[in-house]
């Protein structure tokens, strides 16, 4: 007698099982007739149920295996065609006589498309779930309103639920309840995504017929203060955004500029080929990216931090067998120095074109540099842009401590402020100007370290880098490191505003106009200026 009720027990849960796991059949009976209206609708009831065996349904439509009998029985039928799966009974068989595919046109293909990334909203995973959230702001039908209500409903993630809101309110501007479409404008009014502007100005808009899209006055009144508010939450955001770029872009502009500080503000040589050693610093990085994905795979996240020292010491080996070999010859003759280091980067362009091929060369950002922090609801702040400034601020400071705190930093003030006096004491001069020319082209290496995390590494990467280098260390005072650091950033800052008003080609062109005319009235640049050229 005790076994009766514990079969009936287990009996229970089978069939309770089985009827969780089928789909009720009037909500897939609409997907075999022609109504494009209920067909719609079916598929947001079916995506709702947020179940396995609605996921299988929705992909079956969008890979062409479901099928119809004349009944309206919907099947999905295998590859060969020979069984066939009744998903409202969970059961599966021979596939029968007559049975057509369910026709999808373009547009139920998009609902299910948009029905099947909705699903994803119930993924366990925040990640999956915050991508599937973004995936639907580009577009938010009001099929999918109940499954984005049942994943509000057991959402707990702060971000997610914001975004999920949005959404609702996103797909009732279309409600046909002019009340419903009022608080949804209104709720759209905490956002700050400005493509929402345009399905609000939609309402304001007269049509061919003279008359607003939206013919409640209520709900024309609500879009206008809605459309206010996200349209001056935006320009906040894009101010925000472009201090930030502007400051990555000067982070860039330093880190290229900072060695040029040391060997043309310093020693007074104008070095043409100080792009190739951002350059070679790139290609390094690139090396130690290969070295670890073949030797220590496990570790390839931190290749970076071999690529630092790498790069450092083959830039600054190359300065200094340029120095002792070519420019050691041409101290005090400006012209001829450019000309000699313009040859020499040709040489080593196509040096590295014979090495590695004429193409760019793609250097992977690590794990924990890609992907970005969100800010401001919208703005997205990239991990590499970040590290990017941070290092560059770290290069700064050691560059100040080496040439202020150090033996050879001392040597270099004093042979630059007086080479006939330090020569006279003993001090080294020709041994200091190839330390210090090998210590400005391993600061260009670190750059082309940095360079090489934003963008492929080709042999033409630092001819985009070197006229503004110039610009940063003319314009900033020849010799001197806070008026480098200035002018790069202030630059950089000054190109990200301008180039929304003005395109980037105008900017360029604006920004070398103001940096002539500030030469012209102050020759010295922002601080006077130090060094040998003052003799």
């Not at 992909?59 to 009744?86: E, F, M, N, R, S």
């Not at 009732?172 to 995504?193: E, F, G, I, W």
Request: with cysteine; hydrophobic share 50%.
């Amino acid at each position: 007698m005790q076994l009766l009720p514990k079969l009936l027990a287990l009996a229970c849960l089978l069939f309770s099982s089985l009827a969780q796991a089928a789909i009720d059949p009037t909500l897939l009976q609409p997907l075999s007739g022609d109504n494009p209206e209920a067909r719609v609708a079916a598929v947001g009831q079916i995506a709702a149920l947020a179940t396995p065996e609605a996921a299988r349904v929705l992909q079956a439509l969008q890979a062409d295996t479901l099928y119809a009998t004349p009944g309206g029985q919907v099947l999905i039928v295998d590859g060969d065609g020979a069984q066939a799966y009744d998903p409202a009974t969970g059961k599966s068989g021979p596939a029968p006589d007559g049975i057509d595919g369910v026709m999808v046109n373009n547009r139920l293909r998009g609902v299910v498309e948009g029905a099947l990334s909705g699903l994803k909203l119930l993924a366990p995973q925040r990640e999956t779930r915050l991508a599937a959230a973004r995936e639907l702001q580009k577009a938010v039908s009001p099929a999918q309103l109940a499954l984005i209500r049942k994943a509000l409903a057991q959402e707990t993630d702060t971000e997610i639920k914001q975004m999920l809101q949005v959404l609702i309110a996103s797909a009732n501007l279309h409600a046909p309840d002019a009340a419903t479409r009022k608080q949804a404008v209104r709720d759209l009014a905490v956002s700050s995504d400005a493509r929402l502007i345009a399905p609000l100005q939609a309402m304001l808009d007269k049509g061919p017929d003279g008359k607003p899209g939206e013919p409640d006055d209520a709900v024309r009144i609500a879009a206008v203060d809605t459309i206010a508010q996200i349209r001056g939450r935006v320009q906040r955001t894009e101010f925000v955004g472009n201090i930030f770029y502007g400051l990555s872009l000067g982070s860039v502009l330093l880190l290229a500029a900072l060695g040029l500080a040391i060997t043309f503000g310093l020693m007074g040589i104008i070095n043409m080929a100080h792009g190739e050693l951002l350059m070679i610093g790139a290609y390094t990085t690139y090396l130690c990216q290969l070295f670890f994905r073949s030797y220590l795979p496990g570790m390839q996240d931190w290749y970076l931090l071999a690529a630092l020292p790498a790069a450092f010491f083959v830039a600054g080996m190359v300065g200094v067998v340029l120095e002792r070999t070519v420019i050691r010859w041409l101290y005090g003759r400006p012209l001829e120095t450019l000309l000699a280091t313009w040859g020499i980067s040709l040489i080593l362009m196509q040096l590295v074109r014979t090495i590695f091929g004429a193409q760019n060369v793609e250097v992977a950002n690590p794990a924990w540099m890609s992907g970005g922090v969100t800010v401001l609801g919208s703005l997205v702040l990239p991990y590499n842009r970040i590290a990017i400034i941070a290092f560059a601020m770290l290069v700064v400071v050691a560059v100040w401590l080496i040439l202020n705190k150090t033996r050879l930093g001392l040597f270099v003030r004093a042979v630059t402020q007086n080479r006939r006096m330090a020569d006279c004491v003993g001090v080294a001069t020709g041994k200091v100007d190839m330390l210090t020319f090998g210590l400005g082209s391993g600061i260009a290496g670190l750059g082309g370290v940095a360079l090489s995390q934003l963008g492929n590494v080709g042999p033409d990467l630092g001819q985009s880098y070197i006229v503004d280098s110039f610009m940063v260390v003319v314009l900033g005072g020849v010799g001197q490191l806070a008026g480098t650091v200035i002018a790069a950033l202030g630059l950089g800052e000054v190109n990200k505003f301008l180039e929304p008003v003005a395109g980037a080609v105008l900017a360029k062109i604006a920004i070398l106009v103001f940096i002539i005319i500030f030469i012209q009235r102050r020759p010295q640049g922002l601080f006077a200026m130090k060094g040998r050229s003052v003799e």
